[in-house]
Every structure is written in structure tokens, then in C-alpha cells.
């Protein structure tokens, strides 16, 4: 009798750890949702880390996250990180999953403590205290598509791990 056995793929332990976390398959539609994620995210990092497009910058960010929000000062510096580093490391493909997971984290963060009692719409016309949370909603499916799949075709990590 003769036996056959496929032969171990990158992502079922070769390389241990680091080559788990970047391996990644030629997913166009991973790639898609990583650099939607990454583009949406970037701009909101750049708001809180350097006061473009009407942001407060680091200092203005940090006060309203310690203070207003309650945040302690390491999480509310790894939201500014995140929001920031991880967005752009997400648009390029360096480490897809582990920063997909952080904007999971933040987006998830942002609902609880803020969101969650707006209710689930955008506020559009004003009309209420706040901003919903479907964008939140949109962002961790975005966020999850790549924790699963990984960065996908034309990243850093499929170049490390093919």
C-alpha cells in the first residue's frame, strides 16, 4: 500500500512563529482589504500623530485619549502607534496580520468607550451626540479578512515568504 502525503506548506509550521504570521498566499482580495484598511486608517494615525488634516497632533491626541476618554497613557499611545505605523506597515504588507489585529483592537476600543452609545449610524446631518459605529463595523471585517488570509499578493510578506 502505498501512502501519500502532501507536502507541508509555509503556513502549517515552517519557520516557526515570525514565518506563521507573515505567510501569506497571492490573495488579491486579501490584498484589497489590507490596503483599504491601511488607506482608511492612515490618514486617522496621521490626524492624532502629526495634526494633518485638522487633527490635534500628538500632545492635543494623547490629552483627549488620557483625560476625556480615560484611557491609560501606554494604550493610548499604542492607539496613536497603531493608527499611525501599523496603518502604513498595513498599505505596504509588513506584518498584515499582527497590525490588522491592532486596528481590530483600536476599532473595537473605539465602540466601547465611545461609540456604542450613539447608536449605529454615521451622524451625517448632526443631529445626534456622536458618531455611530458602522464605520467601526466595516473596519474590523476589513481587519478580519486579513488576520485570516494575511497581506496577500504585492506585499513585504509574501516577498519574505515565498
Do not use: C
Given at each position: 500500500?502505498?501512502?501519500?502525503?502532501?507536502?507541508?506548506?509555509?503556513?502549517?509550521?515552517?519557520g516557526?512563529?515570525?514565518?506563521?504570521?507573515?505567510?501569506?498566499?497571492?490573495?488579491?482580495?486579501?490584498?484589497?482589504?489590507r490596503?483599504?484598511?491601511?488607506?482608511?486608517?492612515?490618514?486617522?494615525?496621521?490626524?492624532?500623530?502629526?495634526?494633518?488634516?485638522?487633527?490635534?497632533?500628538?500632545?492635543?491626541?494623547?490629552?483627549?485619549?488620557?483625560t476625556?476618554v480615560?484611557?491609560?497613557?501606554?494604550?493610548?499611545?499604542?492607539?496613536?502607534?497603531?493608527?499611525?505605523?501599523?496603518?502604513?506597515?498595513?498599505?505596504?504588507?509588513?506584518?498584515?496580520?499582527?497590525?490588522?489585529?491592532?486596528?481590530?483592537?483600536v476599532?473595537?476600543?473605539?465602540?466601547?468607550?465611545?461609540?456604542?452609545?450613539?447608536?449605529?449610524?454615521?451622524?451625517?446631518?448632526?443631529?445626534?451626540?456622536?458618531?455611530?459605529?458602522?464605520?467601526?463595523?466595516?473596519?474590523?471585517?476589513?481587519?478580519?479578512?486579513?488576520?485570516?488570509?494575511?497581506?496577500?499578493?504585492?506585499?513585504?510578506?509574501?516577498?519574505?515568504?515565498?
Open positions: 500500500m502505498t501512502t501519500h502525503t502532501m507536502p507541508m506548506t509555509y503556513t502549517q509550521g515552517q516557526g512563529l515570525l514565518g506563521r504570521v507573515l505567510a501569506t498566499e497571492g490573495d488579491w482580495g486579501a490584498t484589497v482589504a490596503v483599504a484598511l491601511g488607506a482608511v486608517m492612515l490618514p486617522h494615525g496621521a490626524q492624532k500623530l502629526l495634526g494633518w488634516f485638522g487633527g490635534y497632533g500628538f500632545q492635543g491626541t494623547m490629552g483627549f485619549l488620557t476625556q480615560g484611557l491609560p497613557y501606554p494604550i493610548a499611545l499604542l492607539v496613536i502607534l497603531i493608527e499611525s505605523f501599523g496603518a502604513l506597515a498595513l498599505v505596504i504588507g509588513l506584518a498584515g496580520r499582527v497590525m490588522a489585529a491592532g486596528v481590530a483592537a476599532m473595537v476600543g473605539a465602540v466601547v468607550t465611545t461609540h456604542l452609545r450613539n447608536g449605529f449610524f454615521m451622524n451625517w446631518s448632526g443631529a445626534q451626540r456622536g458618531e455611530g459605529f458602522e464605520y467601526h463595523i466595516l473596519a474590523l471585517a476589513l481587519a478580519l479578512v486579513v488576520m485570516l488570509r494575511g497581506s496577500g499578493a504585492a506585499s513585504v510578506d509574501r516577498a519574505l515568504s515565498a
